[in-house]
């Protein structure tokens, strides 16, 4: 099972991750590796990993073997892996006990990338450091004294660390203030999105928070930043729900029962419906009005209904109605527990 699935406790936050990405000293940028010059570095990095007994504790996946279904299956672990620019000669290690990820060749020559439960980035960066270390030992990265660690992309120079927090912001989100916070943070080298959208429009209360500098920063100051900035959404969060009127609890209890009571006994539902009613489930759990349902099922139940999910445990790519009807099955047999 992936990590964070497994909430700490009932707070607001899913899951911290943490990536770095390193390029290695001598060796041109991704982009620019033809063939022979991409096996050279796959067998000098494996030939590390080995070393340093990495290797044995990963499965080892190649995009190009047309092994792309099992990327699909962690491409949607709440935006683990959105995107591979370079698929094919992208080669991606998972951690066997679902620890970390190592991506070769995809944006750097490395990238690291852990989650975790919960406000958690000091420890999930300390994991990757730690590993990153062994790493180090074995292989010369780019690296400048003034600019930090090389990077192809400009927005990776310096740390080269991306930190993030996903978090649940439902009553932010229905107050329509996210968008001020998400101008406001900006501001502060910020970035507020919703992991899931339809168009321009943000579907189930998900967001992620992250750093956008990463260049004149240091690594802890890139964590205590976004840390210090979780702790506030959290704060703002909890006083909308506590501020709620007697009649708005009411309302709002209502709106969650009855999602509950959909999600318990439909047939057919497309994604945005169901993350909409989820998010709801997911307020009730976190509010002790919905009791006999862990975060844990509902965090489940948001990545297992997602397209790519669901076809990569189908043996042939589903059509759109049959994906609607294994959703709602999948939706039931997560919450009639």
Known sequence: MVQWISPLDNSIVIA???KILRNIKGIKFTKLLNEDEFNDLLSMV??????????????VVKLKDGEEKIIDYY????????YFENKDNLIFLMNKNGEFNILLNEEEHIGIECTNSGL???????????????????????FDSELGYLTSNIKNLGTALRAKVFIHLPLLSSNNLI??????????????????????????NIYEVSNIKTLGMSEKDILDSIISITNKLILREKNQRDNLSKD????????ILRALGILRNTYSIDRDEALKYLSYVRLGVELGIIKKLTLKSVNSAMIE???????NSS??????????????????NALNT
């Open 305 to 311: 209904i997602q397209p790519d999910m669901i076809n």
């Open 248 to 255: 708005e609890y009411i309302e709002l209890k209502d709106d």
């Open 16 to 18: 911290s991750k943490v």
């Open 120 to 142: 958690s980035l000091r420890e999930v960066y300390s994991k990757i450091d730690n590993l990153d270390d062994l790493i180090e030992e074995k292989i010369h990265y780019s």
């Open 179 to 204: 968008k001020i916070i998400k101008n406001a943070l900006k501001e502060e080298g910020i970035t507020l999105k919703s992991i899931y959208n339809s168009g321009n429009k943000d579907v189930g």
């Open 315 to 332: 043996i042939k790519k589903r059509d759109i109605q049959s994906l609607k009807i294994e959703r709602a099955k999948i939706i039931r």
């Open 46 to 59: 494996l030939g590390c990993f080995k070393e340093i007994d990495i290797l044995d504790k990963c499965y």
């Open 75 to 82: 491409k949607e672990n709440f935006g683990l892996i959105k």
